[in-house]
């Protein structure tokens, strides 16, 4: 079956812009999460969705938010971008979570602000 | 915050070799996964390990886990070059939702 497929897979922003990343997951599969991955920080948990609901929040501005739609795909959008949230940003799903099951990842959307 | 921290951080080792990777936590976890990485690509995952389980094998993974010290180890039986790459270790916590990544052991393969 189709594996978790993210778009796009390159983006160039100017800072002060707006931006949308899209994550559909494996088919059947309900929970969605976002993680930032940098050089220096590593990776973060942004968020979790289940069945449309955020179920869970990392430690990041309200700048980040995200969605989660009734076909399990799921949006992120940061707002008003800096530098610094120049990052590679991959989404994982699973078909549950928390109960030991394992996620799969994309191959992320690489994030350049300017 | 991340709960995982690897060591060492960059391993450089001959094909046929083995590679060993540790990761520490510190909170009460469900299970300890295993996952690597490609060249900035996406995550892979290689094993999970449940908290009442002490060690579990995978092909040529073998994965031991402590928790009385917290601690987890990964190792790779006779590495071939197509295991160069960066494997992390990620902790479920109880109630969470989300997996805590360590910071990622580069390893290297040389043909």
């Known amino acids: 079956k189709a594996g978790v497929t993210q778009t796009p897979r390159y983006l160039i922003k100017t800072r002060g812009q707006q931006v949308t990343l899209s994550c559909s997951p494996i088919?059947?599969?309900?929970?969605v999460s976002w993680y930032q991955q940098t050089p220096g920080q590593g990776l973060q948990f942004l968020f979790e969705?289940?069945?449309?609901?955020?179920?869970n929040k990392g430690n990041f501005p309200g700048r980040f938010s995200g969605r989660q739609f009734s076909n399990s795909r799921s949006e992120m959008n940061v707002s008003t971008l800096e530098l610094g949230d120049s990052a590679l940003y991959l989404c994982a799903s699973s078909l549950v979570r928390g109960v030991d099951t394992e996620a799969f990842f994309g191959q992320g959307t690489r994030l350049t602000v300017v | 915050s991340q709960q995982g921290e690897e060591d060492p951080q960059a391993l450089s080792i001959q094909e046929g070799e083995n590679a060993t990777m540790n990761c520490s936590y510190k909170?009460?976890?469900?299970?300890l996964q295993w996952y690597r990485q490609n060249s900035g690509r996406g995550l892979v995952h290689l094993i999970l390990?449940?908290?009442?389980?002490r060690e579990k094998h995978s092909g040529r993974l073998r994965v031991t886990l402590d928790t009385s010290k917290k601690s987890s180890s990964l190792l790779i039986t006779a590495s071939r070059a197509a295991d160069t790459a960066s494997y992390f270790c990620a902790t479920e916590d109880y109630g969470n939702n989300r997996l805590a990544f360590g910071k990622g052991n580069q390893v290297v393969v040389i043909p």
């Open positions: 088919s059947g599969h309900r929970s």
């Open positions: 969705y289940f069945s449309e609901t955020q179920r």
């Open positions: 909170t009460s976890i469900n299970n």
């Open positions: 390990i449940r908290s009442n389980e």
